[in-house]
């Protein structure tokens, strides 16, 4: 009944969201699966992930809590959240709340991993089920959206009108305009780009690239969703900021040229 009572909550303050699902065109990679395009006959599968997903969290802070951190794996936060189907549901259609869930999983895990008291794990745990509850709601309401027609059809198509790689250098653009709304004091402009150039471009190649280096992948989405928005919202400096951004376009130089050569592979097979 608490759980019910927190997602009609939730539902109820994501009403407010209404312009944002009406306005953002989807651009997914293919891991993403087509339940995204039938939200409204997935939302009981939704609900019963995100009940489990706090659950195993739950599990995994009250083991540490009473056993230490050698009882655990923290690697395992990662793989509960990314094997639920309501993590390309959330995904795809609210990418804020999305990295709000990254923030509190990565925040739990950096909890245990640098041994810090069970307090603070469950401070971040708490932030965690919070997302989780709101992120249920969002997707609720975007069923809701789509019952109607009003959202697109989700695809797996990369960018349209230019190649992987050649996107690689359209992110690195975008982070660059990050620094300077940033730099602008604009900081909430500056984070609506770290989630469009998340979502309309790095989703795009990122197929591709698991296929190549998984890890790279594992990386740059933590920078998307926990590194970056966090250095933003924590008021960090400008020269900061600045060095995050040049860490993920490192790491973007290192997606192009696997890129390169998935293209040119294609190419050498046709």
Known sequence: MNSLFKSATTLGVSLLLVSTFVAQPVFANGPIGEHVNHLQANIKDYSEEVEWMIGKVDTMVSDYESKGAKAVNSDDLIEYWESVKFHSAIETNYVPVYASIWQGIYGVKMAIDNNKPA????????????????????????????????????????????????????????????????????????????????????????????????????????????????????????????????????????????????????????
């Open 119 to 270: 307090s603070e794990a469950r401070k971040q745990q708490a932030a965690m089920d919070s997302a989780l509850w709101q992120g249920l709601g969002a997707v609720k309401l975007a069923a809701q959206f789509q019952k109607k027609g009003l959202l697109d059809n989700i695809t797996t198509t990369a960018t349209e009108g230019m190649t992987q790689s050649a996107t690689i250098d359209e992110i690195k653009h975008k982070l660059d305009r990050v620094v300077a709304k940033y730099a602008e004091r604009l900081s909430d402009e500056a984070t609506s780009i770290v989630h469009d150039t998340y979502l309309h471009l790095f989703e795009g190649v990122e197929g591709t690239l698991i296929a190549k280096d998984a890890k790279l992948v594992e990386v740059l989405e933590k920078d998307f969703n926990v590194t970056l928005p966090k250095a933003i919202s924590d008021n960090k400096s400008v020269d900061q900021v600045r060095d995050v951004i040049v860490d993920m376009q490192t790491k973007l130089d290192r997606a192009k040229v696997l890129l390169e050569e998935a293209e040119k592979a294609r190419k050498d097979v046709f």
